[in-house]
């Protein structure tokens, strides 16, 4: 029989705040809405680059966003020389404030930014209405991380480790690296049979296993959720006040046992506070810094947003948001590409 604790029931009040699976929705989907202008944007633009329009639009630089992996690579020369990306330089800003927001706020950026965390929450939603949705024990969970972290230690051991400044430098000044946000867009715009067949099963996958792209394929994400590890900020349990009833746990889109941690640590915690939510004793779940100082529950989303936010006042500040590759260029590399002269 579950404890009472009638004295922590949350107390009735006029105005409330939106829970936080409308806020997280909201936010997801507002970045989402910004993204399918940047993306109309983008496609604009690459019309003109590839000639079929002599209507400039200039690039979004959002858009840089989109290639993590040229990014990481951007990052280790950085690391080893000091120099910023000259092609992409919004881009490895983006990647910079993505792993910010790992270290300080968790996966934040998972459960509140990413565009593939948004489709895959409606997917979720979907797999729940039908009745199809499966969850996963702990143990489970973490068996089906696995694929993951082997994806990333095989981009990381070909992009980054195996690749000494020299090759870096080679294949950042490639004309492949130039245009690769467009062969992105061309990709997405005209996905082969295969391409097809892969976002059918995962789209199946993630009904079935709520988020099944988040937490079993995606290697970004791996990469975050050992950054996440080292953030000062997490849920918090108090045992005292816990009345087991494991509600926060049939809540938590990780599958993590939520109600047996006293601070949930793990890496693949993604700071949605739906735990929090779903309590009924007041205070027994919170967001915490270290000594227990405790937080909104809004606070992750809102430091997501402004490490974002962040991120591009400095770019633009210093006056490296915007590519300064010449648009001369820009239109040469394009129509090569439109040729054919550029495949790797």
Known sequence: MLKRHKEHSVPHSPF???SPSRVRLGVQAAYALFLLYAGWRFFLYVRWAMGESEDFVPKPPSVEGFLPISALIAFKRLLFTGQWDPVHPAGLFIFIA????????RKGFCGYICPMGFISSLLARLGTRLGIARRTGPRAARLLSLPKYLLLAQFAWISVVSMDVESIEGFLLSPYNFVADT??????????????TVFAVL???SLVLP????????PYGALLSLLARLSPVAVRRDPATCVDCGRCSRACPAALPVQRLERVSSGECVGCTECIAAC?????LSVTLP???????????AGCVLVLL????????LGMWDSPLPQSMARRFHMMLRAGMITH
Do not use: D
């Not at 062969?183 to 097809?196: D, E, G, H, V």
């Not at 988020?211 to 995606?218: A, N």
């Not at 962040?310 to 500040?317: H, R, Y």
């Open 291 to 301: 000594g227990k100082r405790r937080l909104p529950a809004w606070s992750i989303v």
């Open 98 to 105: 993505v792993l910010a927001m790992a270290l300080l706020l």
């Open 310 to 317: 962040a991120a591009w006042g400095v770019a633009q500040a």
């Open 183 to 196: 062969r992105m867009l061309q990709f997405f715009l005209a996905p082969s049979n295969t391409a097809l």
């Open 203 to 205: 789209g199946v996958g």
């Open 16 to 18: 409330r705040l939106p």
């Open 280 to 284: 009924p004793v007041q205070g027994c």
């Open 211 to 218: 988020y099944f792209w988040c937490r079993v394929l995606c």
